[in-house]
Structure formats: C-alpha cells, structure tokens
C-alpha cells in the first residue's frame, strides 16, 4: 500500500484548507483511513479518522466543527477539509491507513502512513 499526501500550504488565520491522500496498491474499501499531524517538538496527534464507508468518522476535540474527514471510495482518495485554520493547526499532515473494520485514533494502530503534507498558518 502506497499512501501520497498533497494539498498543504501556507495560510492565514481563519483560512481554509483541503487536503487530500491519494492511496494505491491495495483495496481502498477494506482500509480504515486517518489523519494525524505533528507540529516542531511535539508528539504525532490524531486528527481524524473514517470507516471503511464514510458512515463512522472520529474526529479529535480540537478540530470538531472546523474540519471533516472524507473519503471517495471511487477515487481512492481520503480527504480532509479544514475551515477556519487557526496557528496552532500548524504542523505536518499524515494520512494512514490500516486493513480494519473498527475506527482506530492510535498512531501505533496504523499500518501505511503517507509522507507527510506541511500547513502553516500564520496569525
């Protein structure tokens, strides 16, 4: 499994955001997805997560109401919108996968991680 993460940049405060995670070499539908991220000298977080057919999503605390977790399942492709992005968004972006049937929010329950896309916002 090949994960690619893309749509990252630098933005300002109360901007928004789309990331997307474009996966290969497996059968999407069979695949928990997730986001995490890392901002400099701290530890990776969950963000996000979704079920194999969008009809569970977890999203962290800190990000509920500003970003949603999607997935096109006819795309292969994993989505993360994120809408009033505040400085302390700032970080790198991963997306991971794991063959499951329950949504997991532990990095270490993560098989295939993509390379990671960097947000920056700025106040």
């Known amino acids: 499994v090949q994960l690619v993460d893309s749509g990252g940049g630098l933005v300002q405060a109360g901007d928004s955001l789309r990331l997307s995670c474009a996966f290969s070499?497996?059968?999407?539908?069979?695949?928990?997805l997730a986001w995490f991220r890392q901002a400099p000298g701290k530890e990776r977080e969950f963000v996000a997560a979704?079920?194999?057919?969008?009809?569970?999503?977890s999203h962290a605390d800190s990000v509920k109401g500003r970003f949603a977790i999607s997935r096109d399942n006819a795309k292969n492709t994993l989505y993360l919108q994120m809408n009033s992005l505040k400085p302390e968004d700032t970080g790198v972006y991963y997306c991971?996968?794991?063959?499951?049937?329950?949504?997991?929010?532990?990095?270490?329950?993560?098989?295939?991680w993509g390379q990671g896309t960097q947000v920056t916002v700025s106040s």
């Open positions: 991971a996968a794991v063959q499951e049937t329950v949504v997991r929010t532990a990095s270490g329950e993560y098989d295939y």
């Open positions: 070499g497996g059968t999407f539908s069979w695949y928990i």
């Open positions: 979704i079920g194999r057919t969008a009809g569970m999503t």
